[in-house]
């Protein structure tokens, strides 16, 4: 069986995102900005040929009108709501920059009938427009997506495009160099400096002749505009997390106060820390999905600015998430996610002392607190915040047993 490989693509999201919480957008052209790049365009804009890779002066020289508009909404939970769907449908899911994804069909049963499934699936579940482009390899699944967006389908076509097998090289054929995605626009100009301006004039070049113009570079250039790319679908989400959850049985009754709430939830917990701490890490994100009796679920995520492992600082974190609103009823169950995992460093200032004979003083923390407010947490920190170099902690690890 030929594999079937999917790549799916958010369309217009962060400025639907945007207009999602700003009603009087919905009709208007605006282009939604991250410092002074343009991050999305609306439906609208998109309408006049504005587009991502413009400046905001050109943008404005075509519409005078445009909105520009600051990203302001956090796209995260969104986004991985999105890849939720994804990972229902294969265990291979493969994130491709922020608004893409790859989806390794194969074996799932007839390749048509199981991208017929996904993309109603996907209707029914995305709140956002979205392309997929369907081959039997990831290159080309990706350039049958970017097709279809620059062909603008209307509503009465399929918002998918799939490429049937032996189909590829005639279906790259027409198309430009620059579709080749996996490589820069540095190696689309050379081979257009040496007149090669469609995949079809690339696939018909000599493999010797390519590989001395562009070295290894120009045998996978080959392999690419043939329809041929190896690269297997990485199942890299969800990404590695460490979970722990309490489900209280239908007849008990539920937790109406933090009290009661605790001794289900710390056991919970502990749990969780236990993992983290057999596998010295630390946690960079909390998610928490709480059930209420006879309300409607409730999602809470947190990103920590320090890394934690404590169970105590993790109780008082989630605590405080819980009780910013009024339960809606008893809360019945609830399951924690520690995410964005990373080795536990080991903190220089276990060790400065030794070396240096210092400690920090008030005027330091109050220097610091000074700084820090100026220009930043992420830019202003002590040295007890960073990695230690591996010889560092060689060193360190010697000393003890000395």
Not at 119 to 148: D, H
Not at 293 to 307: M, R, S, T, V
Not at 358 to 372: F, G
């Amino acid at each position: 069986m030929d594999p079937c490989i999917a790549y799916i693509h958010l369309h217009h999201f962060y400025a639907l995102l945007e207009a999602k919480y700003r009603p009087n957008l919905s009709q208007v052209p605006f282009v939604v900005t991250q410092g002074e790049k343009i991050m999305d365009v609306s439906p609208q804009a998109a309408n006049l040929n504005i587009h991502v890779a413009m400046g905001l002066r050109q943008a404005r020289l075509i519409c005078p009108e445009l909105e520009i508009i600051k990203m302001e909404v956090d796209p995260e939970p969104f986004l991985e709501k999105f890849k939720d769907i994804c990972a229902t449908l294969t265990p291979l899911v493969e994130p491709s920059g922020d608004l893409g994804v790859f989806l390794d069909l194969s074996g799932l049963g007839e390749p048509l009938a199981i991208v017929k499934k996904v993309a109603s699936k996907l209707r029914w579940q995305l709140a956002f427009p979205w392309y997929m482009g369907v081959a039997t390899n990831k290159l080309v699944a990706k350039i049958a997506c970017q097709e279809l967006l620059n062909a603008k389908p209307n509503k009465a076509q399929h918002n998918y495009l799939m490429i049937q097998p032996l189909r590829e090289k005639a279906f790259l054929s027409s198309l430009g160099v620059n579709r080749l995605w996996p490589w820069p626009d540095k190696i689309h100009q050379q081979l257009q400096n040496l007149g090669i301006y469609t995949i079809g004039q690339l696939a018909q070049v000599p493999r010797l002749q390519l590989q001395a113009q562009l070295g290894e570079v120009g045998d996978a250039l080959l392999n690419g505009a043939q329809g041929i790319d190896p690269t297997p679908v990485e199942g890299l989400y969800p990404p590695q997390t460490v979970q722990g959850y309490f489900q209280l049985p239908p007849d008990a009754k539920g937790c109406g106060d933090l009290s009661t709430l605790n001794r289900h939830l710390i056991p919970a917990l502990q749990s969780a820390t236990a993992s983290l701490r057999a596998k010295d890490q630390i946690c960079t994100r909390l998610r928490l999905f709480v059930q209420y009796d006879g309300a409607p679920k409730k999602q809470f995520d947190k990103n920590l600015k320090e890394g934690l492992q404590a169970e105590d600082q993790l109780l008082e974190l989630i605590q405080e998430l819980l009780t910013k609103a009024p339960w809606p009823a008893p809360i019945t169950g609830i399951r924690l996610m520690l995410m964005g995992l990373k080795p536990r460093g080991l903190h220089q200032a276990i060790f400065a002392p030794q070396i240096l004979g210092i400690q920090p003083s008030a005027k330091l923390r109050q220097t610091l607190a000074i700084l820090q407010t100026k220009f930043g947490n992420e830019t202003i920190f002590l040295a007890k915040n960073m990695s230690i170099p591996r010889r560092e902690r060689m060193l360190l690890l010697l000393t003890e047993y000395q």
